[in-house]
């Protein structure tokens, strides 16, 4: 089992890293570039956006968040070397799903739902540029995860 949780882990952190490149650099520009505007109700590039967050997000996220809890569960009485990595791994991830639960996710509901409601311009603007920065941090963590990850698995348990 603590083979095949990693395995499991590194394919589903995988996927979550390169969903996360294609929403940074394809799906986020439609949106973040154009803030306050792009955040109007009926704005189908919002649209897409929030959908992406509803269908694919929060089935991603619950399934490495659960990946790397087990890993991490399974991981502890493996040797040493093995186990520091797979600590890593699995921190990494973990910290990155909290602040996507945390702060990502509730950022956009009241960005998106409420459609900046309550913000000036300069807020609403100044709000995206502050989620999108951290945005990239997260990314980071999550690649920090996978390369740990990737060395865990070439290491005996």
């Known amino acids: 089992m603590t083979r095949i949780t990693l395995w499991l882990f590194v394919i589903a952190i995988g996927m979550d890293f390169g969903a996360g490149v294609y929403e940074a650099r394809i799906v986020v520009p439609l949106w973040a570039n154009g803030v306050p505007d792009t955040l109007a109700a009926g704005n189908p590039f919002a649209r897409v956006a929030i959908d992406a967050g509803i269908h694919f997000w929060a089935y991603m996220t619950t399934t490495v968040a659960i990946l790397a809890a087990a890993t991490l569960v399974f991981g502890l009485r493996?040797?040493?070397?093995?186990?520091?990595?797979?600590?890593?791994?699995?921190?990494?991830?973990?910290?990155?799903?909290?602040?996507t639960l945390l702060y990502f996710r509730p950022t956009l509901v009241r960005l998106f739902m409420g459609h900046g409601a309550?913000?000036?311009?300069?807020?609403?603007?100044s709000t995206v540029r502050r989620w999108v920065m951290l945005s990239w941090v997260r990314m980071a963590l999550t690649f920090v995860a996978w390369c740990s990850a990737l060395r865990a698995m070439t290491l005996p348990v």
Do not use: K
């Open 118 to 125: 309550g913000l000036s311009d300069a807020a609403v603007a």
């Open 78 to 99: 493996t040797s040493p070397q093995h186990r520091t990595w797979r600590i890593t791994a699995a921190t990494a991830e973990l910290c990155a799903v909290a602040m």
